[in-house]
């Protein structure tokens, strides 16, 4: 048997099969933000005395809403539906001093912020989960604190400045 010789020149490309079946339809991904809301203060005039320790700030007026979550008071919100929330808050006070996120009457440890140095703001962002239907959301100078703190009025100008709290439902 002799060598093998050189391979030849390729030939034209075939004809594309037939294209398969379609695949299964994917699993449903998680839903975004289905509800949000905005409540707010002007200072001045809607915080006119001090918030003493375990008391909330009042957050009186309205902004953007979309969804169920509602107001019950100045002070209180709440939260329909069982689930997740984010919420997020900015308050300026005058004192060093912390807010705390509060869930039917019960400090939530893990949403303590605060600061150290006077005339700034308070600002922070918790997830909180419920468990039950119609729970009552509020935002509080913590019990226990020894500073009663005044929201600053007219905060780095001359317009009144504005706190606010917003809350989003999960899912």
Do not use: C, K, W
């Given at each position: 048997?002799?060598?093998?010789?050189?391979?030849?020149?390729?030939?034209?490309?075939?004809?594309?099969?037939?294209?398969?079946?379609?695949?299964?339809?994917?699993?449903?991904?998680p839903?975004?933000?289905?509800?949000?809301?905005?409540?707010?203060?002007?200072?001045?005039?809607?915080?006119?005395?001090?918030?003493?320790?375990?008391?909330?700030?009042?957050?009186?007026?309205?902004?953007?809403?979309s969804?169920?979550?509602?107001?019950?008071?100045?002070?209180?919100f709440?939260?329909?539906?069982?689930?997740?929330?984010?919420?997020?808050?900015?308050?300026?006070?005058?004192?060093?001093?912390?807010?705390?996120?509060?869930?039917?009457?019960?400090?939530?440890?893990?949403?303590?912020?605060?600061?150290?140095?006077?005339?700034?703001?308070?600002?922070?962002?918790?997830?909180?989960?419920?468990?039950?239907?119609?729970?009552?959301?509020?935002?509080?100078?913590?019990?226990?604190?020894?500073?009663?703190?005044?929201?600053?009025?007219?905060?780095?100008?001359?317009?009144?400045?504005?706190?606010?709290?917003?809350?989003?439902?999960?899912?």
């Amino acid at each position: 048997m002799g060598a093998t010789g050189p391979a030849g020149v390729s030939g034209p490309a075939g004809v594309a099969g037939a294209g398969g079946p379609a695949g299964a339809v994917g699993a449903t991904g998680p839903a975004g933000v289905s509800e949000f809301t905005e409540f707010y203060a002007v200072m001045p005039p809607d915080n006119t005395a001090t918030v003493a320790p375990a008391t909330a700030v009042r957050f009186p007026n309205d902004g953007p809403t979309s969804g169920q979550i509602t107001r019950l008071s100045a002070s209180t919100f709440e939260l329909p539906a069982v689930g997740t929330y984010n919420v997020s808050f900015s308050v300026a006070v005058d004192e060093p001093g912390q807010l705390v996120l509060v869930l039917n009457g019960v400090e939530l440890p893990y949403t303590v912020y605060g600061r150290a140095a006077n005339a700034s703001e308070i600002t922070g962002t918790a997830l909180v989960q419920t468990s039950a239907v119609d729970a009552v959301l509020s935002l509080h100078n913590p019990a226990g604190e020894p500073t009663a703190l005044t929201i600053t009025p007219l905060a780095g100008g001359t317009d009144p400045a504005v706190a606010s709290i917003t809350i989003e439902r999960l899912g």
